[in-house]
């Protein structure tokens, strides 16, 4: 998936594209908008160095099955809330849609990336592969939008909700989970790892360096960090992570899609696919539209 920055960068440019009404109906809860951008990513963080949390499994379910059937459950439950409770969610959902439609489009050309890299950085495991390179995408694309280095990224600034609004966000997944997959996952664990995505986060964007070249020596000692520390912001970015010289790539899993486009340009499509859909989420309810593809641009896992 496309990493933090970039999710928030996405939200950033939607915003103030959409009709004035939806733009201030969500700048009443601006962080939870961006939150939601994350989508699912949040499930990902509880526990996050012992990794022996059931939710980082349910993370990855809901990236690669019943995407479908998650939007479902949004427009079906979201008309029974009330006050901020449905305030919060929608906007909330607004994001998560957001979310979707980057992963999708973008994941392609990281899997590409992974492909071309593997046999230059061989004793990188897949899962640390994929995160250096969606990280130097964060930081390359930060700065080609802002012309700042990433390390001036806040993420609290960015998704620190409130209290209320972060357990309204964690009751809803506890249903959601329920609902869709049939699992349990209790609001308090689920408003935890809120909390833990964002104090872990904030680390890997550490201005003064400490964090980035500490994590850099222990990943080459002990291998099996490495995927942790390959989640840390370079300051800057040497080669073409973004493709700006359109370099030819190919997506090397179904379905086959070749393309010389650059990440800010699959940027932009996402950008034009997305918005006239949230427009038409908040006149009608409906979150009609194609998830004939997972989070990841590829075709969903059978149930």
């Not at 959902?93 to 071309?116: A, M, Q």
Request: hydrophobic fraction near 35%.
């Amino acid at each position: 998936m496309p990493d933090l920055t970039t999710h928030a960068l996405f939200a950033h440019h939607v915003l103030p594209l959409l009709d004035q009404s939806l733009q201030d109906k969500i700048n009443l809860h601006p962080q939870v908008f961006v939150l939601g951008a994350q989508g699912p990513d949040l499930l990902f963080f509880r526990k996050a160095v012992t990794g022996n949390s059931s939710l980082r499994k349910f993370g990855g379910m809901m990236h690669h099955s019943k995407v479908r059937e998650v939007f479902d459950y949004m427009q079906n439950t979201l008309p029974s809330k009330k006050g901020m409770e449905r305030e919060v969610l929608e906007i909330y959902c607004y994001g998560y849609v957001c979310h979707y439609f980057l992963d999708k489009i973008v994941h392609p050309f990281v899997y590409s990336e992974e492909e071309r890299l593997k046999p230059i950085l061989s004793d990188y495991s897949h899962n640390a592969l994929h995160a250096k390179i969606e990280s130097e995408i964060d930081s390359a694309l930060y700065a080609h939008f802002t012309g700042k280095p990433v390390t001036e990224f806040s993420v609290r600034k960015e998704i620190g909700v409130s209290s209320s609004e972060k357990w309204i966000i964690a009751q809803f997944y506890t249903g959601l989970l329920q609902t869709v997959y049939g699992v349990n996952a209790p609001a308090l664990e689920v408003d935890r790892s809120i909390t833990e995505m964002i104090r872990v986060s904030s680390l890997l964007y550490d201005p003064t360096r400490i964090s980035y070249t500490a994590g850099s020596l222990v990943s080459a000692l002990i291998r099996p960090l490495r995927s942790t520390a390959s989640h840390m912001k370079p300051k800057s970015v040497a080669h073409d992570v973004l493709n700006l010289n359109g370099r030819r790539w190919r997506n090397p899993s179904p379905p086959s899609q070749c393309s010389e486009l650059s990440v800010p340009l699959l940027f932009e499509q996402a950008k034009q696919e997305v918005l006239p859909l949230l427009e038409q989420i908040e006149q009608t309810g409906h979150f009609s539209f194609d998830t004939s593809l997972d989070f990841s641009g590829r075709f969903p896992e059978a149930d």
